[in-house]
């Protein structure tokens, strides 16, 4: 104690710095994968959040609609409306009152309303071009914009992969054989009037996942792109 005194004395008074106000929690931002009751089977769509304080805004496109989130911050959860614009002439504007809540486990938003239409917003999984077992969300030429494709991923031994997936009726799935530049499939589908389609195509490691052109028959593009982004391990 002599010690302090006598440095403090020798130095003059010292100001203690003053102490960091707390971080607030980080906000709700960025993609989340949704579906609610409108939304095909098998299908997510994507929809951007962002928390501005107390308030949550959201967007989305499910063609033919355009969509938007605007809620506050009440208790645990957010209250708001939720509203669709038409983007065809013959569509509407259309709104109805939410309320999501958040779950802390895996911070998803879920409509608990028993009277309302299920909406479920869940985080987009870690980027990653490591093929792993689980869902995986697919995208390609012909599907909506902002819809992805719940697409299961499953290794059969010895760098080779095979895919399943459904939507709208239509069965579809590939088998991969994977090399250091991505995955070279072979992919069939079977369309509700039990028509088959196939093709080839070689996915390459890209910064959310894989992504590459795909043809049909035996050609490998010419058709569109196909996309996979890593979601959810089993």
Do not use: K, N
């Not at 969509?67 to 009440?74: I, T």
């Not at 990653?128 to 869902?135: A, Q, V």
Request: hydrophobic share 40%; charged share 25%.
């Amino acid at each position: 104690m002599a010690l302090a005194l006598a440095a403090g004395a020798g130095c003059g008074a010292r100001v203690a710095p003053p102490v960091p106000a707390s971080t607030p929690a980080a906000g709700v931002a960025g993609l989340y994968w949704g579906r609610w009751p409108e939304v095909p089977e098998g299908m997510r769509v994507a929809v951007w959040l962002h928390e501005d304080g107390a308030v949550l805004r959201g967007s989305w496109d499910l063609p033919p609609w355009h969509g938007e989130l605007a809620a506050l911050r009440e208790g645990a959860g957010y209250e708001g409306v939720w509203r669709e614009e038409g983007t065809v002439a013959i569509q509407q504007s259309r709104e109805r009152r939410v309320r999501l809540t958040r779950d802390p486990r895996d911070g998803a938003f879920r409509e608990r309303s028993p009277e309302g239409e299920a909406v479920t917003l869940e985080r987009a999984g870690a980027h990653t071009s490591r093929l792993r077992p689980g869902l995986w969300l697919g995208r390609w030429t012909g599907l909506p914009t902002g819809v992805a494709v719940e697409t299961l991923l499953t290794p059969l031994g010895a760098g080779r992969w095979r895919a399943t997936y459904r939507y709208q009726d239509r069965e579809g799935s590939f088998d991969g054989d994977e090399s250091a530049t991505g995955l070279a499939i072979r992919w069939r589908e079977v369309s509700p009037r039990d028509q088959i389609a196939r093709g080839r195509g070689h996915l390459h490691r890209d910064l959310l996942g894989l992504r590459g052109t795909y043809g049909v028959e035996d050609s490998e593009a010419g058709t569109g792109l196909w996309t996979l982004e890593a979601w959810r391990a089993p």
